[in-house]
């Protein structure tokens, strides 16, 4: 654009010399009179003419690049002066850095040669410092020493409680024991005999003492071995079930693959392999790439002819321009042609405005089919992603619809499996009780038939009541096994009994519950009331057992109350003897004061005070106050420590009254947790009896429809067997559900009781913590009493270096202001300064403006050298002026950074 614009300029003042030219040629026309010599000196003058314009032009190039290079380099000296302006504020910045290091290193100076006239030498620093590592080094030695020491304290503290209690228990119940045996003993003779085998058995016992430890150990590595094998075949069990179900899985999800490989090549019969597909697919891919590598390839090309065309009709253009203009020049009919010319070139500006407006217009289409196309886009992406979602979504249903079939499946081959048993039962007992004979036969034929079915179900009935007889026997046998059972779990239960501190419950119930399970081979319903009853007994013992221990963790309770009383009353007593001292202390530094004061002044009967002994009163004085001030303070602090203690006492008040409600809450909670269990077995047991006698009553109901059924078998005996099975099957359904009920009533006590015991160990943590922060808070303040001490020693000597360092302060304060006065008088000199070269910078930009207007306003050939000339004159008066400015502007802070380093 730019190289155009320079040509239509020079083309205009082309045509501004070329309408002078033919204006002079129509005043010569007009005079129609004139001469062939006339006419070739006309044509002279315009050749002579033409060679002026083209030495003007070349002149006016010249003093163009003249005017381009004058501005340059104004643009250069304005950069220059810019760098030196930038330069000199840095040196300034520099300077005062270096003035405030400067500073800095005489304050350090000062400071440095105080601590020089007031320090110690290097070797008995050395020596003090190594003396304070050590005694730190031991102080922290000792203090972790305290800490395990304590800890171990506690902890064999707590284990001696442990065996105090435990010790107590077993001295009750030997007593017991004890008391047992006298009553025995005291009742007959026999029992004397018994208490005598007693005796003998207690010391074979205690020479057993060992074996039983190693027995003990034995088992209960047992138990532990039975507990892994118990968990391992559960663990079997599951994985025995999960690949059950994962079979059961597989096959499912193989009959529905097989279902859809069916549909599937239904669907595709006909269609081409995967293979081949692939095939395609991949070249058809590469074909497109191919097709797109050739399409941009062709659009590149395209893009090139179509600017080697575009420069092609360029050159073209330019030169027909010129062949017409040397045409112009030749031919007399030269302002014709140029009238054309200018036509054309306002034709082509009007198209050229033209295309720039299509062209912006095209820009603004281009720019909103781009954000269509970008929405478009977005839209397309986000609804892909909702595609993918749903696919996924549909997926996650298809699984669980499979899931779901598979499941179904499983309870259709349930209900199979119940519909063929009951489908067998339904035939065994139709072929059991026989059909009715057909009506239609004659009497006589249906009686004999009537009496073979009456005969085969008599000897069916025989052969029950065989089979019966022989259940019966196997029950009585079963009774025994379950009595000799019960009479093994009672031994065991004494032994639990004894042993039971020493062993958790949960483990022994575990057992037991598990010994009784292998044992139970033929559940029945006198078995299972037994053995309900006696779950009752042992809940109802344990029951004791767990108030007995509630009872010694109360006992213990109130001898950590008692212990933290005294501790607390020791604290005390210890403070009241720190004060004491503290007066004390106070009251022997007074009386030696005024003893030192008493001897000074029986020592000087003849007053003659000077300098020295004023200072020394001052000192002294100063020591009074200082000592005052240090004895205000210490008793700030116990005051402090005072408050602090009646906070943590009125803390521990409180914290013990909550320990109080925490304590009558569970007893209030174990008393109604006792009451609901013993309803809840007054319920169980009510439930018992009222099933022993429903079983009684069936009993009696089935002896009875055996004899009717020994009698004759009818319709009304079979609804009585039918009735008689379902109330079987509901009593049976009872007692499971009462066992249950049991079961979980044992783990819902133990959970309870477990629960109060964690309770009341966390009640004790809860009271030895208070006691040990107690004591560190007691060992925190006199190590502040102590940190304070030595930290009033050392405030005393900052005190006196902070003096020194105050006055020293003073006098560089001083010599700073001075210094920065003069500086800010030399400051405003050079703002002056420069707001005065600044101004002639204005006025020289606007001189420079006004040469140039008026070049550009001059168009006279005539006056031109003269004017080119008298500018150029000015243009090197202006440089040197310039140039004299900068040197002035350099030179000025040079001498400034002098003046001030001299001063």
């Known amino acids: 654009m730019e190289s155009i614009n320079k040509e239509l300029e020079i083309t205009k003042e082309k045509l501004y010399t070329i309408e002078q030219a033919w204006e002079q040629e129509t005043k010569l026309g007009n005079e129609s009179n004139m001469d062939k010599a006339k006419k070739s000196i006309t044509n002279s003058e315009i050749l002579s003419i033409s060679k002026k314009i083209t030495m003007l032009e070349m002149k006016e190039l010249n003093e163009r690049q003249r005017a381009e290079h004058s501005q340059k380099m104004y643009e250069h000296v ?92 077993r001295e009750k119940e030997v007593e017991s024991v004890r008391m047992q045996l006298l009553d025995y003993q005291a009742q007959s003779d026999e029992k004397a005999l018994i208490a005598k085998l007693h005796q003998h058995i207690v010391s074979l016992q205690i020479s057993e003492a060992t074996a039983l430890g190693k027995l003990e150990s034995v088992t209960s590595k047992l138990q532990k071995t039975e507990a892994c094998n118990l968990r391992l075949e559960q663990k079997l069990d599951e994985k025995e079930q999960a690949l059950y179900y994962a079979r059961l899985e597989g096959r499912n999800r193989a009959k529905h693959l097989r279902q859809t490989i069916q549909s599937l090549r239904r669907q595709f019969s006909g269609a081409l392999p995967l293979a081949q597909q692939e095939k395609f697919s991949k070249t058809m891919i590469q ?24 420069k092609t009709m360029e ?25 054309n010319w200018h036509m054309k070139i306002e034709e082509l500006r009007l198209q050229e405005l033209k295309l720039n407006r299509e062209l912006v217009k095209d820009k603004e289409e281009i720019k909103y089919l781009n954000n269509i196309i970008s929405e478009y886009e977005n839209t397309i992406s986000s609804l892909e992603e909702e595609i993918v979602q749903q696919n996924k979504f549909h997926e996650e249903r298809q699984m669980a619809w499979d899931q779901r079939e598979v499941e179904l499946e499983r309870q259709l081959d349930v209900f199979d ?4 048993e009951i489908l067998k039962a339904a035939q065994k007992f139709e072929e059991a009780t026989g059909s009715m004979p057909d009506p239609s036969l004659p009497l006589p034929n249906q009686l004999e038939i009537a009496l073979r079915k009456i005969k085969e179900n008599v000897r069916i009935i025989l052969e029950t009541r065989a089979t019966c007889k022989s259940l019966e026997e196997k029950l009585k046998e079963k009774e025994s096994a379950l009595r000799l059972a019960e009479q093994n779990i009672l031994s065991r239960d004494q032994v639990i009994n004894e042993l039971r501190l020493r062993l958790p419950a949960t483990a022994e119930r575990e057992k037991l ?18 053995i309900a009853q006696q779950t009752i007994a042992n809940m109802q013992a344990r029951l004791n057992q767990k108030e007995e221990v509630l009872k010694k963790y109360q006992h213990l309770l109130e001898k950590a109350r008692e212990e933290q009383r005294e501790i607390v009353k020791k604290h005390e007593e210890d403070l009241h003897i720190l004060h004491h001292k503290l007066e004390l202390q106070s009251d022997s530094s007074l009386s030696k004061f005024k003893q030192t004061a008493w001897d000074l002044i029986k020592q000087s009967p003849t007053p003659v005070p000077t300098n020295k002994h004023f200072i020394r009163l001052a000192e002294m004085e100063q020591t009074v106050a200082e000592q005052d001030d240090s004895l205000s303070s210490l008793l700030i602090k116990l005051k402090k420590v005072s408050q602090d203690l009646e906070r943590q006492k009125e803390i521990t008040e409180l914290k013990i009254k909550e320990f109080e409600n925490i304590k009558l809450r569970l007893q209030e909670d174990h008393a109604d947790e006792v009451k609901k269990v013993k309803a809840e077995v007054e319920d169980l047991r009510c439930l018992l009896a009222h099933s022993q006698k429903e079983s009684q009553s069936l009993k009696s109901e089935l002896q009875a429809q055996k004899e009717a059924n020994s009698r004759a078998p ?185 003046c001030e380093e001299t001063y």
């Open 78 to 169: 304005r950069t220059s002066l810019k760098q030196m302006e930038e330069r000199n504020f840095e040196l300034e910045t520099k300077f005062a850095e270096l003035t405030k290091i400067n500073l800095e290193a005489q304050k350090v100076e000062q400071m440095l040669r105080d601590e020089l006239a007031d320090s110690v030498s290097k070797t008995v620093s050395d020596a003090d410092r190594q003396r304070i590592l050590e005694l730190e080094k031991s102080e922290m030695e000792l203090k972790v020493e305290v800490s395990k020491l304590r800890e171990i304290s506690d902890i064999a503290k707590s284990q001696v409680e442990i065996l105090n209690a435990q010790q107590q228990s």
């Open 513 to 530: 519950i598990a010994e009784l399970g292998r044992r139970e081979i033929e559940p029945k319903s006198h078995h299972t009331l037994k």
């Open 315 to 339: 050159m073209e253009l330019k030169l027909k321009g010129l062949e017409e203009l040397i045409s112009t020049l030749k031919d007399a009919r030269g302002a014709q042609k140029v009238i």
């Open 287 to 310: 074909l497109q790439n191919d097709k797109l590598k050739i399409m941009q390839e062709m659009k590149n090309s395209q893009q090139e002819q179509r600017n080697m065309e575009n």
């Open 714 to 898: 009818t319709t009304t005996m079979r609804n009585l067997v039918e009735r008689l099975k379902s109330q079987l099957a509901l009593k049976e359904k009872q007692q499971k559900a009462l066992s249950r009920a049991l079961l979980e009533l044992r783990a819902e006590m133990t959970a309870a009781a477990e629960e109060r015991i964690i309770s009341a160990t966390s009640q004790k943590e809860a009271n030895l913590n208070v006691q040990q922060i107690i004591d560190r808070h007691t060992k925190e303040l006199k190590t502040q009493i102590e940190d304070l001490s030595e930290s009033l020693l050392k405030l005393r000597e900052a005190l006196k270096t902070s003096k020194n360092r105050e006055n020293s302060l003073t006098d560089n304060l001083n010599d700073l202001t001075n210094e920065l006065q003069k500086k800010q008088k030399a400051y405003n000199k050079i703002l002056r300064e420069k707001d005065a070269i600044d101004q002639e910078n204005d006025e020289l930009k606007r001189q420079i403006k006004r040469l140039t207007s008026g070049l550009q306003g001059k168009h006279l050939i005539d006056n031109k050298q003269s004017l080119i000339e008298e500018l150029q004159k000015k243009i090197k008066k202006l440089e040197s002026q310039l140039e004299r400015k900068v040197d002035e502007a350099e030179i000025k802070p040079v001498k400034e950074k002098v």
């Open 417 to 420: 499996h119940q519909q063929n």
